[in-house]
T-cell receptor
Framework: AQRVTQPEKLLSVFKGAPVELKCNYSYSGSPELFWYVQYSRQRLQLLLRHISRESIKGFTADLNKGETSFHLKKPFAQEEDSAMYYCALTRGAGNTGKLIFGQGTTLQVKP | EPEVTQTPSHQVTQMGQEVILRCVPISNHLYFYWYRQILGQKVEFLVSFYNNEISEKSEIFDDQFSVERPDGSNFTLKIRSTKLEDSAMYFC???????????FGEGSRLTVL
């Protein structure tokens, strides 16, 4: 079964502290992994995807196939990073574009 | 910047009533989706739509649900006879290609009384 697990509902850090939002997945094939973000009163939007290997707004995520993880990291959190973060996957083969989301983690960055 | 737009933003209905949620995807996109999020739960896939037909649907998307692209711009989700458990935020999304980024609307909150 395809599943995405985000073990933390809430992660609270101080500004300037490192951040790691955890994501583990269960999928037998070769999925594509994404992080979507929803800022307060805004729509869900793509933050980054593993195949592009980019750093967006200082965030990075590395796909670890051995540990089936795709943790989101940022070395120094900013207050504007406060948002809801969703890890998601799509199938590799036979992809219809369907995203499977994790439960989401609320990141709260305190001043 | 083009956006996916959804109407209504909030609808309150009585159990058993039909509801139509409307979406205008980004104009050059070819793939369309509906997701829903029950309060406090994860965002769940309902259905994907391409080339005027459903390409995949979830177990949630039973006979009470249908989708349509009636005029080449709108993409609608119809719930024939709403139940209390249909109360949720419904998100429409579109993408330009099958591996592309999904662009989401702001959502339509459905409250079934």
């Amino acid at each position: 079964a395809q599943r995405v697990t985000q073990p933390e509902k809430l992660l609270s850090v101080f500004k300037g502290a490192p951040v790691e939002l955890k994501c583990n997945y269960s999928y037998s094939g070769s999925p594509e992994l994404f992080w979507y973000v929803q800022y307060s009163r805004q729509r869900l939007q793509l933050l980054l995807r593993h195949i592009s290997r980019e750093s967006i707004k200082g965030f990075t995520a590395d796909l670890n196939k051995g540990e089936t993880s795709f943790h989101l990291k940022k070395p120094f959190a900013q207050e504007e990073d406060s948002a809801m973060y969703y890890c998601a996957l799509t199938r590799g083969a036979g992809n219809t574009g369907k995203l499977i989301f994790g439960q989401g983690t609320t990141l709260q960055v305190k001043p | 910047e083009p956006e996916v737009t959804q109407t209504p933003s909030h609808q309150v209905t009585q159990m058993g009533q039909e509801v139509i949620l409307r979406c205008v995807p980004i104009s050059n996109h070819l793939y369309f989706y509906w997701y829903r999020q029950i309060l406090g739960q994860k965002v769940e896939f309902l259905v994907s739509f391409y080339n005027n037909e459903i390409s995949e649907k979830s177990e949630i998307f039973d006979d009470q649900f249908s989708v349509e692209r009636p005029d080449g711009s709108n993409f609608t989700l119809k719930i024939r006879s709403t139940k209390l458990e249909d109360s949720a935020m419904y998100f429409c999304a579109s993408s330009a290609d099958i591996k592309g980024e999904l662009f989401f609307g702001e959502g339509s909150r459905l409250t079934v009384l």
